[in-house]
């Protein structure tokens, strides 16, 4: 694999943390769309997924020149494209969060299909490909991956195996949660090292997910939550960090009416933010404020045509949301 240089990954004060108890709050944090952000024009390509870096600032994940059509696999899952390379543009951009302008580019020559991003509170990048149906660990300031999981353009449902990878969520003990994916419809947890301790769902489990396309971490409710996105809804199962008590019990699922298919979910305090995508012409394309505890929908936000990535910064003072077509991403604040 060709080297990918995460150099200008700072590492930083995160400033307070995102808050935890939020009882005293008479309604949950309203999202409001920054207008005016970002001051330039991007000319990403297909934009899969943000993070953001621990100076603040997001990190985007795009497809550049290459864009996933109907011939870009076949029925077996393998990526037909191979003999094109890989994208030979940057596909990895940090912005500043002031402004929005591009603060540093690189990945270039390495992804074949973008999807996920996550960057864990040490500052270590982890992107999915769902091309090569593999999940990479970057450490800050390393050119090759510490960790990777999956076999290179091998897709599979063995221990070892991945199937279009989607997403990745990182506990603060450093366990590894795995979307996986497209094909396999699965939740993979490996232990810091990488090796795998946990197949979800898994007997007592009733638990079947399709397409499960993000993931959120709520440490302290114990709780990895997934957008599984062809069920139109969002399920809560037990992360099992501290204790494997309570594994295989019920999972909490938020499913309603407007909900649609989840495109991805992000933590905030007890709380989960999400994003749906295109469903029926019933159902509008917008964000969601979910409280994963009493499974309700509490509040609705924002306008969108395709999203398809959201998450917070650090210390929860702003949010991000990207979208596939138009390929930009949005940046929000929250008001109390």
């Not at 509490?298 to 398809?308: A, L, M, R, T, Y």
Request: charged content about 20%.
């Amino acid at each position: 694999m060709s080297p990918l240089s995460l150099a200008k990954i700072t590492l930083g004060d995160t400033g307070p943390p995102v808050p935890v108890d939020m009882s005293h709050l008479d309604s949950p944090p309203k999202p409001k769309l920054v207008e005016d952000w970002p001051k330039v024009k991007h000319s990403f390509g297909q934009v899969t997924a943000v993070a953001v870096d621990l100076q603040g600032n997001p990190v985007v994940f795009h497809r550049g020149s290459r864009i996933w059509t109907a011939e870009s696999f076949n029925e077996s899952n393998h990526f037909q494209q191979i003999a094109e390379g890989p994208i030979p543009e940057n596909t990895i951009a940090t912005l500043a969060a002031s402004d929005g302008a591009v603060l540093d580019e690189r990945g270039a020559g390495i992804f074949y299909m973008p999807h996920g991003l996550t960057i864990d509170r040490n500052g270590n990048m982890w992107l999915t490909d769902v091309a090569l149906h593999q999940v990479f660990k970057f450490m800050p300031g390393r050119d090759y991956p510490s960790i990777t999981l999956g076999h290179r353009f091998e897709p599979g449902s063995s221990k070892s195996h991945l199937c279009k990878p989607t997403a990745v969520a990182i506990a603060s003990t450093g366990e590894i949660f795995v979307a996986d994916g497209y094909c396999n419809s699965r939740l993979l947890k490996y232990n810091a090292a990488g090796r795998l301790i946990r197949t979800i769902p898994q007997p007592p489990e009733f638990l079947s997910l399709q397409t499960p396309h993000g993931l959120a971490l709520l440490e302290h409710l114990d709780m990895v939550c997934v957008a599984d996105r062809e069920n139109m809804r969002v399920v809560c199962p037990r992360a099992g960090l501290q204790t494997s008590y309570g594994e295989g019990t019920q999972a909490a699922t938020i499913q309603e009416p407007d909900l649609g298919r989840v495109f991805d979910v992000a933590a905030y305090g007890d709380l989960v933010y999400a994003v749906n995508g295109p469903t029926s012409p019933m159902i509008p394309v917008r964000g969601f404020t979910i409280d994963p505890r009493s499974e309700t929908i509490i509040d609705h936000w924002g306008k969108f045509e395709n999203p398809h990535s959201i998450t917070f910064c650090p210390n929860g003072s702003a949010m991000y949301v990207t979208e596939i077509g138009p390929n930009r991403v949005w940046k929000f604040t929250l008001t109390m």
